[in-house]
T-cell receptor
Framework: DGGITQSPKYLFRKEGQNVTLSCEQNLNHDAMYWYRQDPGQGLRLIYYSQIVNDFQKGDIAEGYSVSREKKESFPLTVTSAQKNPTAFYLC??????????????FGQGTRLTVV | DAKTTQPPSMDCAEGRAANLPCNHSTISGNEYVYWYRQIHSQGPQYIIHGLKNNETNEMASLIITEDRKSSTLILPHATLRDTAVYYCIVKISLAGYQKVTFGTGTKLQVIP
């Protein structure tokens, strides 16, 4: 089945350590996104990528980094510079330009807890 | 991006229709209205989208006012499994990627 997979579902890290969240899609989508969600809040955009080897900062990119070396993969690294990294992280993908159906498909999320 | 306004919460009796409103008074002519829902601790799920005509699919109906400044998502026969947070967003569908912000949505509680 086609879909978008995030791993792991739960992740615990010590303060000051970098951690990388995985996101893989087999939907052949050009665009991929990372969102952060805090309790009772909406989704805030961290980074997005329209095409391989290109990505742009979203609204809250500080303390995060990404790469897009393959169309299928868009890993997110939460660095030690991120002041409040504990949150629910969601990855999404969508088709590219030129089609009406550009709705986003979301993964099931990774809940990161930094202690 | 056009902003949307939704009530923070709503209740609906099981089996009744759930009507979730969304205000998007600054929507542009080429922006579509999209609806997603998020069940607790899961990723959001796409429901439906539309430009100016009413739309219906197996999950829901979308009614967009003639001036396009507001819309209503209708779940015709709400079940307990429809309890979720519902997000209304607007985006340019044909643009492929567009920076999209999800607000806090409407928390729908379906009551037995």
């Amino acid at each position: 089945d086609g879909g978008i997979t995030q791993s792991p579902k739960y992740l615990f890290r010590k303060e000051g350590q970098n951690v990388t969240l995985s996101c893989e899609q087999n939907l052949n989508h050009d665009a991929m996104y990372w969102y952060r969600q805090d309790p009772g809040q909406g989704l805030r955009l961290i980074y997005y990528s329209q095409i391989v080897n290109d990505f742009q900062k979203g609204d809250i990119a500080e303390g995060y980094s990404v790469s897009r070396e393959k169309k299928e993969s868009f890993p997110l690294t939460v660095t030690s510079a991120q002041k409040n990294p504990t949150a629910f992280y969601l990855c999404a993908s969508s088709r590219g330009t030129g089609t009406e159906r550009t709705e986003a498909f979301f993964g099931q999320g990774t809940r990161l807890t930094v202690v | 991006d056009a902003k949307t306004t939704q009530p923070p919460s709503m209740d609906c009796a099981e089996g009744r229709a759930a009507n979730l409103p969304c205000n998007h008074s600054t929507i542009s002519g080429n922006e579509y209205v999209y609806w997603y829902r998020q069940i607790h601790s899961q990723g959001p799920q796409y429901i439906i989208h539309g430009l100016k005509n009413n739309e219906t699919n197996e999950m829901a109906s979308l009614i967009i006012t003639e001036d396009r400044k507001s819309s209503t998502l209708i779940l015709p026969h709400a079940t307990l499994r429809d309890t979720a947070v519902y997000y209304c967003i607007v985006k340019i569908s044909l643009a492929g990627y567009q920076k999209v912000t999800f607000g806090t949505g409407t928390k729908l509680q379906v009551i037995p």
